[in-house]
Structures are given as structure tokens and as C-alpha cells.
């Protein structure tokens, strides 16, 4: 088992490695880093929801006071450039330690309520201390202004990656160091049965925490790793929106599997940067895919790669099910054409081809595809 594991994180210490070099871009490289930083904050976030049972809608506090914390370190000029997001690390654990004492008194949706109302409290205050927020234009900073030990002076993409890559290869093996020990085991059975927990002993309340300060720790190194990825902060990192992906895209990766975060973390880069860039319909994709995922494969993406391979013989329901899926697409983004972007004209690109919003053609034609797809997947389905 010990070699396994060790084969395991040295193939991920090789992935971390060669990934600049297969995308080389500059765009290639900013993913990547920002995917490091989401993979940081998704696997801290599955510390309460997979591993303590805790559904948190307010995990941003910690990631984005960390972020401020970094900023301000870092133009201070308080620790080398590389060690500032630990000072973020160190505020995400102070206001877990602060805010936690409250949030851990109770279990289940009302820890959730409880979370929601504290993420909001905070991001509401923010606005009020403009001195140490920065109010709507935020916090600005400059990673290059300070000294460049072994020439290095984080200005260029590929040193910043290098530096999250770094950050998330060693922040992800303590993370999984603690799901090992007596304290992540015991958080497990809190998660499982927490009554027997009580019954043997053990107080439920003190071991949800201290995973939540050691949740809110790693959460603030990756908003310090954020600060410094962009330079600049803003009071929306403290917002439930952020919450609430880091909530959905643990969820779409796999809670169940330590490594599910990472994926979510991905797939999070790739909807906000990516796919939000080529269609405005994207968070509806992003809805239906959530819901999709709940109803049919809970256990998230994870557990669809773990699972049984794909056989031949499911291939035309595969085939039938994307056929109708490309259909219900064109019929979305046509209907954001009109509704949205009606002084651009009616037509728009779609896989290449040019589809009409307002001629019954393209509609005739997607409905074509949903219906000839539905009957194949349902003729499939019966085989």
C-alpha cells in the first residue's frame, strides 16, 4: 500500500512538472497555476464536506481574508515573495480559529446556516473597512518589486506556476497526511455516526474544530497564492458566490475520493476561464451538468473514472445521448442569440456551422437532432 502511494505522488509530482511544458502559452501556464490554486482551496473544502460531513457555504472567508492577509504582506514587503502565502495560511487559521468556535456547535443545516450567515456578515463588512479592503477597486500589489534570490524573479508565468505547483504537491500530501491520522479518522466517524462518537467519549464539537482550522489554514495559502498569481484583490473573493463554487465543483469532482477535489478544481478553471469565454449560456450548462450529476452519479467525476470502462456495445448510446444533447445546445444558444445578443444580427457559429436564430431551418434542424438522438438512446437503452 505504502509503495502505491508513493508511486501515486510521484506521478503527481511528474504531472506537476511536465504540464508547462506540454502547454507552453502564456494562457497554458495561467491555467495551470490557476488550477494549483483551485486544487489547494477544493481539497481544503473537502476536509468538511467529504471527510467531516459539514456542508459549508461560507469556506471563501477563509481563502479570500487569506488573500488580503498575503497582499498586504507582500507589499510590506514582511517575508520573500515565496513565503507570503503562508502569512495568508496564517490568517485563514486565526479567523478559523475565531469563527469556527461558533460554527462547530452544530452539525448538519445548521452548520450550514450558520456558515452562510458568517460568509455574508464578513463580505458585507468588507465594504465598510475600505482602508484594509480597498474598497470597489480592491488591493494592488507587485510580486517583482523585492529582491531575486537565484535570479528568480517570479515575473515571469512559468516561475509562478512552478511556485503553486510547489505549494499544492506539498499542501495536498499534508491534507492527505491528516486524513490518515487519529484526528481525520476520528473525523470520519463524527461524519458517520457522531452520536457513537459522543457515547465513547470523544467531543464532536472540538473535532469539527480543528478540522475547520485546518481547513481555513489551507484555504488561506490558496488565497495567498491567488494574491500572487494576480496582483490584486478584491472584496468579491469574500462573496457566497465563491462559496458556493467551491461547494459545486468539490461536489462535480468526487467528495467521496481525496483526489475528487482536484478534478472539480480543474473543471472549475476550465467553466470560469474557458467555457465562460465562448458561450454566455454557460452557467445554465453548468446548472444542468450539476443536476445531471447528482441525479445520475453522486459520487462525481471520480467515481466515473474509478468506475467500469465503457464497453463497445454502449457506444451508439453514448452517440445517441451527445447527439441529442448537440441539438438542445444549438436550440440554447439560439435562444441567447435573440434574447441577448439581438443587435449582433441572428446569426452565430455553433461547431463550426452557421445556424439562423430567426429562421425556421436551424430550429427545424435542431430539433431534428434532439429527436433522432432521444429515440437512439431510448432503442439502445431496451438493446
Known amino acids: 500500500m505504502r509503495q502505491s502511494n508513493m508511486r501515486t505522488w510521484g506521478l503527481f509530482a511528474l504531472l506537476l512538472l511536465a504540464a508547462p511544458w506540454v502547454f507552453t ?22 476536509i468538511l464536506l467529504g471527510q467531516g460531513g459539514m456542508l459549508s457555504f461560507g469556506h471563501a472567508v477563509y481563502s479570500g481574508l487569506g488573500a488580503f492577509a498575503a497582499i498586504h504582506a507582500l507589499n510590506a514587503a514582511l517575508l520573500p515573495v515565496s513565503l507570503v502565502p503562508i502569512a495568508g495560511g496564517v490568517a485563514g487559521a486565526l479567523v478559523a480559529l475565531l469563527l469556527g468556535g461558533i460554527t462547530a456547535q452544530r452539525s448538519a443545516t445548521t452548520f450550514a446556516m450558520v456558515t452562510l450567515g458568517l460568509g455574508e456578515l ?18 494592488a500589489g507587485n510580486r517583482v518589486s523585492g529582491s531575486v534570490p537565484f535570479g ?20 495536498a500530501g499534508l491534507m492527505y497526511a491528516f486524513t490518515r491520522t487519529p484526528l481525520g479518522r476520528m473525523l470520519n466517524a463524527v461524519r458517520d455516526n457522531p452520536e457513537r462518537v459522543e457515547f465513547v467519549g470523544y467531543d464532536t464539537r ?7 482550522v485546518v481547513a481555513g489554514f489551507f484555504a488561506g495559502i490558496s488565497g495567498g497564492l491567488a494574491a500572487l498569481h494576480f496582483e490584486s484583490v478584491t472584496a468579491d473573493v469574500l462573496g457566497s458566490q465563491r462559496s458556493g463554487a467551491y461547494l459545486l465543483f468539490t461536489f462535480l469532482g468526487g467528495s467521496g475520493y481525496f483526489f475528487g477535489p482536484v478534478v472539480g478544481a480543474v473543471l472549475m478553471v476550465l467553466a470560469f476561464v474557458l467555457l465562460s469565454g465562448i458561450t454566455k449560456a454557460w452557467l445554465l450548462y453548468l446548472g444542468l451538468v450539476f443536476v445531471a450529476m447528482v441525479v445520475y452519479a453522486p459520487g462525481g467525476v471520480a467515481s466515473l473514472l474509478r468506475g467500469p470502462r465503457p464497453q463497445l456495445r454502449d457506444l451508439p448510446r453514448y452517440a445517441a445521448l451527445a447527439l441529442a444533447c448537440t441539438g438542445l445546445a444549438a436550440m440554447v444558444e439560439m435562444v441567447y442569440q435573440l434574447q441577448l445578443q439581438a443587435s449582433l444580427g441572428s446569426e452565430l457559429r455553433f461547431f463550426g456551422a452557421t445556424l439562423d436564430a430567426a429562421g425556421w431551418p436551424s430550429w427545424a434542424a435542431a430539433g431534428l437532432l434532439v429527436a433522432v438522438g432521444a429515440a437512439g438512446f431510448a432503442w439502445a437503452r431496451r438493446k
Request: aromatic share 14%; proline share 3%; with cysteine.
Open 152 to 171: 528568480i524573479s517570479f515575473g515571469p508565468q512559468a516561475q509562478v506556476y512552478y511556485l503553486v505547483a510547489a505549494y499544492t504537491w506539498v499542501c
Open 122 to 139: 464578513v463580505g458585507a463588512m468588507a465594504w465598510l473597512f475600505p482602508g484594509v479592503f480597498g474598497g470597489e477597486a480592491g488591493i
Open 206 to 212: 472540538r473535532i469539527r474544530y480543528l478540522a475547520i
Open 25 to 46: 502559452s502564456s494562457l497554458g501556464h495561467s491555467l495551470l497555476t490557476q488550477m494549483g490554486i483551485a486544487a489547494i482551496v477544493c481539497l481544503s473544502y473537502n
